[in-house]
């Protein structure tokens, strides 16, 4: 696939268009997907799949930047790949950053502004590419991106280009996911049909992303390994729906989707080529300095 390919792929999926759509409309049913698009976060004793999964993973890298900081008032920060705008007013509201994202889609960027009116916060949104960001060199102090970077093939290119927005000395924290540099190949088969089912880049390792960071002239801090409270979660999720399809999902929750312009059989696709990556993936969040 090239890279225009995935770029209208994502744009499609996003803006409720083409095959990958039909997941992101039943999630509308459950989750604030008109706001977070990102994993989500859950302790063992919360519920992930209805309420606020999403916002707590926000809440949890917010916290941790503010912990990295002196001072979070007033500070600038870019959101890259803000997706409809969620993390970004939320580290605005609660932290005080002078804020701005930046997203592929302009329909992400529409519901982000659309939400900032809601919120009555200041933040700036624009439509761009996180490999051609329009912005001058060291613009802002921190910059995040929250679940974004599985879209992005080009992880070098990506944190060579937000280090060059990013001040001296300025603090990066980056979301994504990750596979063990060893896998049989059938578990690697099963990790290329995940990222496929989503219209994902290829799922890069730790290795990987230390080079990208060393190559970038960056310097790695902590990588914190969150998947115990969202993977974990999700694949409980997942292995639920499966448990039901098998049996045959009942009439009424069919004509429930319908209403709603959902495709079930799309939908059961896309959560049998996710389950049985996800016990090779890890979800972690990397802090990295200028």
Avoid at 86 to 103: R, Y
Avoid at 158 to 164: I, R
Avoid at 189 to 212: G, M, N
Wanted: one cysteine or more; charged letters at 20%.
């Amino acid at each position: 696939m090239t890279g225009d390919d995935s770029r209208t792929r994502i744009v499609d999926q996003f803006s409720s268009q083409g095959e990958r759509a039909a997941i992101w409309k039943a999630f509308d049913l459950f989750l604030p997907t008109d706001q977070f698009l990102n994993v989500g976060y859950s302790k063992p004793y919360q519920p992930h799949f209805v309420g606020s999964s999403q916002r707590r993973l926000a809440e949890r890298i917010g916290s941790d930047i503010a912990a990295r900081l002196e001072s979070t008032a007033g500070v600038s920060l870019l959101d890259v790949g803000c997706g409809r705008g969620g993390p970004t007013l939320h580290l605005a509201a609660e932290h005080g950053f002078e804020v701005t994202g930046i997203d592929l889609v302009p329909y992400n960027i529409l519901m982000a502004r659309q939400n900032t009116a809601e919120a009555n916060v200041d933040a700036q949104f624009v439509v761009g590419d996180a490999l051609q960001l329009p912005f001058g060199r060291g613009s802002f102090a921190v910059c995040t991106a929250v679940d974004s970077p599985p879209y992005i093939p080009n992880k070098r290119g990506f944190l060579a280009e937000v280090a060059s927005v990013t001040s001296e000395g300025g603090l990066i924290a980056v979301s994504d996911f990750i596979q063990p540099e060893s896998l049989s190949q059938e578990a690697r088969d099963a990790v290329d049909a995940f990222a496929d089912a989503w219209d994902l880049a290829p799922i890069a390792t730790l290795e990987q992303y230390k080079r990208a960071i060393a190559a970038s002239d960056l310097h790695l801090g902590t990588v914190v390994d969150i998947s115990a409270n969202s993977i974990a979660r999700f694949r409980k999720w997942t292995a639920l729906y499966l448990s039901i399809a098998r049996t045959g999902l009942p009439n009424l929750a069919n004509q429930f989707l319908t209403q709603y312009s959902i495709d079930l059989d799309a939908i059961t696709e896309q959560v049998t080529s996710t389950h049985p990556a996800l016990p090779f993936l890890r979800h972690v969040i990397l802090y990295v300095r200028t």
